[in-house]
Structures are given as structure tokens and as C-alpha cells.
């Protein structure tokens, strides 16, 4: 199952971490690790090159992290983040055996 993790600080999402493998199908054929993939690496992407914020970013094998720099106040980057959040909803609502999405707030980055 793929797990993300919403960080959020006052109902706006200020990064994530997705994690493990979907397993809906074989390895190349699987539509729910690859929409979530899409989505989050898309994100990431975009927050450099639209919003022109450089996001703190790990990344592995099956792993994926990033987030804004502490105290980055961009309305293009929360539009970003919101909309990454809408299509993992989705994802979660359609592929609930598969894919797990959770929110946390928190009060500073460590």
C-alpha cells in the first residue's frame, strides 16, 4: 500500500511524504502508483519552475518528501500543494485498498 502524509499548518498544506508501493498491479502496469506519482513528482516540479520555490526534497526508492522552506508565503505554491491534494483525495476515495492519505498539522519543520 502506498501511504502519503499531508503536513499542514493552519489548514494549508505546507508539504508531504509518500511512501511504498500500491501494489494494484504488476511492477510498470500499476495505475495507482503511477497516478500518485504523477501527481507528487508534478508538484514538486512546478513549485520550482511556476512558483519559483525551491522545495526541500528527499527522495528513494518508493519515497518521495518535500516541502517549502520554512516561513515561504507564495499563493502560486499553496495553489500547487492544493491542487496535489485534491487528485491524492481522489485517488484515495477510488483506490481505498491501495492507497492511504492522511493529514497531520504541525507547528515548525524539524
Not at 37 to 62: D, F, M, W, Y
Not at 66 to 71: K, M, V
Not at 74 to 101: C, S, V, W
Amino acid at each position: 500500500m502506498t501511504r502519503c502524509v499531508l503536513y499542514t499548518r493552519d489548514g494549508q498544506v505546507l508539504g508531504f511524504l509518500c511512501a511504498g508501493h500500491a501494489a494494484y498491479a504488476d511492477e510498470g502496469q500499476d495505475i495507482v502508483c503511477s497516478a500518485v506519482s504523477v501527481l507528487t513528482e508534478t508538484c514538486v516540479n512546478a513549485l520550482e519552475r511556476v512558483a519559483h520555490v525551491k522545495p526541500i526534497v528527499r527522495v528513494g526508492q518508493g519515497f518521495l518528501a518535500a516541502r517549502l522552506p520554512e516561513g515561504t508565503d507564495n499563493q502560486d505554491a499553496k495553489t500547487l500543494l492544493n491542487g496535489m491534494t485534491e487528485g491524492l483525495r481522489d485517488i484515495a476515495a477510488h483506490y481505498p485498498d491501495h492507497f492511504r492519505l492522511n493529514e497531520l498539522a504541525v507547528s515548525e519543520w524539524r
